[in-house]
């Protein structure tokens, strides 16, 4: 289809029994981001701002979603809902200063534009990349579900971003779950410049929900009071009747995607058609027609409107750049959280180190009645691995959710649900489908704290390491693609103690975590584990073995391997468990180094640019003088993992980690 302007050349209002005050209230709601806009766009040819990202021709929407929403239910806008920000009465020069980079802002100078959110504003902003907002709306009414508040929530989406799929796992989530969702659509025709004809083969998105089992309905974008009514009537129904439904507004974006990039590529006679239906001009003409807005209040709010942005603007351009200070910019990456730890008490069991997973899991969940478990097959079925055995019959269905198979919008919904004070954890079925909620995790549960301070309570277990046989995609050690992103903390216990304390503190903790658990140690080893709850100290490693002759650091599956190769070779050394990968010890590192002289790193994960990598760079820097020997690493090879046993065997590290153990101690 290729877009095209709706025939009528004028727009058809019709104010139902809506009162004078509330057409005016809706007026003056309206005006306020185009006037907001045509003050950017003078500022923007005078040079005193460098980017903006218009909505003109789109306020209409934005202000009848927010006009009709309580001020309490969340709303999820894009990079063209100026009015949803200014419909929640945001302070506008707290808006202008974060539009300039100013620490006022809502991101102390750390994101831009319409990137943020405000949680005393019930909005939650997006990251740039589009799709991942929609699975954070359904966490949100989830949660809203869950604790049965009659709450709705709104999520915007642009037609363009319906392409990626997360689009398609946001809506999915929310028809299975039934979930109090409004998924709006802004259907402008274009992408950044690309028509919708080549975005999408379906003519509308009405099209679309019902596939989804999912109601769906189509307004005129550009009538702003067609769309406050529908989204005032849909919420009223969504709240006492919870479940997901997509509208579809059907618009024009007037100016470029960001005013540097402009609108060539425009046909002329559509902007000319669209100018037409221009939702502020139009409106106001109709109010006019009807005797509700004459000249003097319509002169009235204008001024007051303007009065306001020049004033919030002057308070935004005198304050001053931002003085950077080293110590808050890494302070503010994590939320506050200082553990205590919690130390066993009474009697204690001997189990494999699955079950004190299992243990630790069951103990949160009764500890933390807000913590909400997410997965694939982990209801009846108890998950592939059985960790969950059981958990639906003795927590409910509410608690302990089957997903679909959709990794991203499932560590969205965890966010979501975060941002309503639940905890979540989300089981990947093995570790190596991380790589499709990637994503969420590197973008907005590391990112969400140090851009506007929200936390993200939510922990990822992940199944990992190879050693069945089970080839590249079940077998991937990927610890390390996270250990490069500043915001998250990664945990990897290797005894069953361990195994359980780590996870209660992961739970514990408003971080985000991933917690890997070595598969092939579920059933082979066992150990002492204390049958109360407890947990065990975040970032503190802790000697497997102590000894003379020289340093084994290594984590997880590495600890068992150097304790059998010294075994083995008759070697003394201290075997240094990392325990936490992120922050990782480096207390201890250093005391080890300084202890033997002599350390190599052992990793299961492929060699290259792996946590070995980043700990031996930091030794030779800071333990050059204790050391008497190069610092020695081992990993798996720079291969994907393979599935041959044989092939399998000789791609871990282990033969080639005793050849290097030995050379090391002879150095
Ligand atoms: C994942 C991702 N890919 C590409 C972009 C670059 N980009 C930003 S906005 C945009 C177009 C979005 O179109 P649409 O969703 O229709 O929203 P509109 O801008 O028309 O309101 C593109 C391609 C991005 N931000 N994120």
């Known amino acids: 289809m290729e877009f095209t302007a709706p025939n009528a050349q004028t727009l058809t209002f019709d104010r139902r029994n809506h009162s004078d005050e509330t057409l005016l209230k809706l007026y003056e709601s309206l005006i306020m981001p185009r006037r907001i806009e045509e003050k950017m766009l003078i500022l923007l040819r005078q040079g005193r701002i460098s980017k903006w990202f218009s909505g003109w021709g789109q306020e209409a929407i934005s202000i009848g979603a927010v006009n009709a929403l309580a001020a309490d239910e969340f709303i999820l806008p894009m990079h063209r809902n100026l009015g949803v920000f200014t419909g929640r009465n945001m302070p506008l020069e707290r808006l202008f200063a974060q539009f300039q980079g100013k620490k006022s802002g809502f991101t102390k100078g750390r994101d831009r534009s319409f990137h943020f959110g405000s949680i005393e504003h019930h909005i939650v902003g997006m990251i740039s990349h589009l799709g991942p907002q929609l699975a954070i709306a359904d966490g949100i009414g989830l949660a809203d579900k869950l604790s049965g508040e009659k709450k ?65 309905v189509r307004v005129q974008g550009n009538n702003v009071l067609e769309v406050y009514d529908t989204i005032l009537r849909l919420a009223k129904d969504i709240r006492e009747n919870p479940r997901p439904i997509l509208v579809e507004a059907i618009t024009f974006r007037m100016r470029g995607h960001e005013e540097a990039s402009g609108t060539k590529y425009v046909p002329k006679n559509l902007m000319e058609e669209w100018a037409q239906l221009d939702p502020v001009e139009n409106y106001e003409a109709y109010l006019e027609s009807i005797g509700v807005l004459d000249a003097a209040t319509k002169e009235k709010l204008n001024k007051k409107v303007k009065k306001a942005i020049n004033e919030a603007l002057e308070v935004a351009f005198a304050e001053e750049e931002i003085t950077p200070n080293l110590e808050e910019e890494l302070a503010d990456v994590y939320a506050p959280f200082s553990q205590k730890v919690i130390e066993p008490e009474g009697s204690s069991t001997e189990k494999r180190f699955i079950d004190a997973i299992s243990d630790g899991l069951r103990q949160s969940m ?23 055995d059981g958990f639906k019959t003795k927590f409910g269905g509410d608690r302990v959710r089957n997903t679909p198979l959709c990794e991203s919008a499932i560590i969205g919904a965890g966010l979501g649900l975060s941002i309503k004070g639940f905890k979540a954890m989300v089981e990947m079925q093995f570790a190596d489908f991380v790589s499709v909620g990637f994503n969420q995790i590197v973008n907005n549960l590391a990112k969400i704290h140090y851009r506007w301070g929200q936390n993200a309570d939510v922990v990822i277990r992940m199944p990992t390491g190879a050693g069945s046989a ?37 739970l514990e903790d408003s971080n985000p975590y991933l917690y890997f658990e070595h598969k092939m140690l579920y059933r082979s080893i066992s150990g002492s584990v204390p049958d109360s709850y ?19 650091i290594t984590y997880g599956m590495g600890v068992h391997w150097a304790v059998k190769a010294i075994e083995e070779l008759g070697i003394s050394a201290d075997i240094l468990d990392l325990r936490t990968l992120l922050p990782w010890d480096q207390e201890a590192v250093a005391e080890t180094v300084k202890k033997t002289g002599k350390v190599i790193f052992l990793h299961e994960d492929t060699l290259t640019g792996g946590i070995g990598a980043e700990i031996c760079a930091w030794i030779s820097e800071h333990c050059f003088r204790w050391l008497d020997a190069p610092v020695m690493r081992e990993g798996s090879m720079d291969t994907p993992v393979p599935f041959a046993p044989k092939l399998e065997k000789q791609f871990l590290p282990t033969e080639r980690f005793k050849k290097k153990l030995k050379e090391l101690v002879g150095y």
Do not use: C, R
């Open 470 to 506: 089970a080839g590249p995609f079940h077998s991937q050690s990927n610890e390390a693609w996270f250990f490069h992103t500043p915001g998250l903390k990664i945990v990897y216990p290797s005894n069953p103690h361990d195994a359980k304390g780590l996870l209660n503190a992961a």
């Open 366 to 388: 009764e500890k933390y009645p807000n913590l909400i478990l997410m997965g694939q097959d982990i209801g009846e079925y108890g998950g592939v691995f059985k960790i969950t």
């Open 534 to 552: 407890y947990t065990v100290e975040v970032g503190k490693a802790a000697l497997a073995k102590e000894g003379s002759q020289v340093s084994i």
């Open 152 to 216: 709705v929530t709104l999520v915007f989406s642009g037609d363009g971003a319906s392409s990626e799929g997360d689009f398609h796992e946001g809506l999915n989530v929310a028809a299975v779950w039934k979930l109090p969702v409004i998924f709006v659509v802004e259907h402008n025709g274009y992408g950044l410049s690309t028509p919708s004809e080549e975005q999408f083969a379906f003519n509308y998105f009405t099209e679309k929900g019902p596939g989804y089992g999912m109601e769906a």
